[in-house]
């Protein structure tokens, strides 16, 4: 295990913690018997331009559906859809783990971005950070995002290092504090901060998880509350449907995805040219799986990063404890409610 040093967050405390905020009914107002809330893990985004597309061009209505967005707030989707105060949500492939892991009753229902979206960024004059073993002893400025801190110190360690760095935690800060040199390296978001560098003439050097024998992981998925699921499959399955195919049509048209973004949003976005360059990028590169499908989940390719969580120690139980028994991942994804 990495030896991260100051402000390192505690994963085992943090999984543990999520869950016990079920009580969430204020975070999100009550919606009707008849009204699907999806909650957002951001505000709108390239990741969300799927459901904008749905929203706005009617595929939700012509499913007889009434869609509701609950905008970001302290409470993660994953909580929202765990409590019943969201029917589906966005979530990640690590978070969408740690949450079923710890005993929430969500299931990842579909994948809108397949392959990692990140990667490991460093200043592309740094002379001194060529691979990712030179980020031993460096300070990385990150997120307090579960399971990332042991991700960069094994890519560091597959590269040849010993995988030991100091952790900061800045949030989105941690972007210009790479830029103006007071930390080494961070995680970068390519088809947003790293558009973005090269927007402001700052050239960055990326190192991806993959070339370093990483198992590659659903970028965001979609979760699912399982009860809700259980109880109303046709109108769940009319759902992920719509959603899925307002994904396609953003991979297929990523003008078309990203205006139907903006139109949804105004006044969001100072660069809408970065909107679109976005949805260009994660059309070209990260929205299909490798035979040309659009939001498909694999359990074998779920078992590949939650099998490093499991073995890293950081999944936990119901109890808070940490898991013992290796989980059966295919429970913890679903492609029942997309298109045949």
């Known amino acids: 295990m990495a030896r991260i040093v100051t402000l390192r967050h505690r994963i085992v405390s943090l999984a543990a913690a999520i869950f016990t905020l079920c009580a969430v009914s204020a975070c999100a107002g009550g919606g009707s018997d008849d009204t699907i809330r999806f909650a957002l893990d951001w505000t709108p985004n390239t990741n969300h331009t799927g459901l904008y ?37 966005i979530s990640t ?17 579909l994948a809108p971005l397949q392959h990692w979206a990140t990667a490991i960024a460093v200043k592309s004059d740094r002379d001194d950070l060529t691979r990712p073993a030179d980020l031993d002893g460096r300070i990385y400025a990150g997120f307090a ?55 402001r003439g700052l050239p960055m050097r990326y190192f991806d998880y993959t070339d370093y024998g990483f198992p590659d992981q659903y970028a965001i998925v979609v979760n699912g509350n399982e009860d809700w699921l259980a109880e109303n499959p046709d109108r769940g399955r009319a759902f992920v449907q719509a959603l899925q195919r307002g994904y396609e049509i953003a991979a297929d048209d990523p003008d078309r995805g990203a205006r139907a973004l903006l139109d949804a949003n105004p006044g969001t976005f100072s660069n809408e040219e970065l909107v679109f360059e976005s949805q260009r990028m994660l059309s070209a590169d990260f929205m299909r799986d490798d035979q040309g499908r659009v939001g498909t989940l694999d359990a074998s390719r779920w078992a590949g990063y939650a099998r490093f969580l499991y073995e890293q120690g950081l999944l936990t139980g119901t109890d808070g404890a940490r898991l013992t028994t290796e989980p059966d991942w295919s429970t913890y994804l679903t492609d029942d409610y997309q298109t045949p």
């Open 93 to 109: 492939h690590g978070m969408a783990t740690f949450a079923r892991a710890a005993g929430a009753h969500t299931v990842a229902v």
């Open 145 to 199: 995002d579960p399971g990332v801190s042991e991700t960069l110190a094994q890519v560091i360690r597959n590269d040849g290092g010993q995988g030991e760095f100091e952790e900061i935690v800045l949030g989105t800060s941690a972007y210009e504090a790479v830029y103006s040199g007071t930390a080494d390296f961070t995680v970068s978001y390519l088809a947003w901060e790293g558009l973005e560098a090269e927007h």
């Open 53 to 89: 597309v749905a929203l706005q061009e009617g595929l939700f209505d012509d499913a007889g559906l009434d869609v509701e967005i609950l905008p970001y707030n302290d409470a993660s989707p994953d909580t929202l859809v765990d409590a019943g105060n969201a029917e589906f949500g």
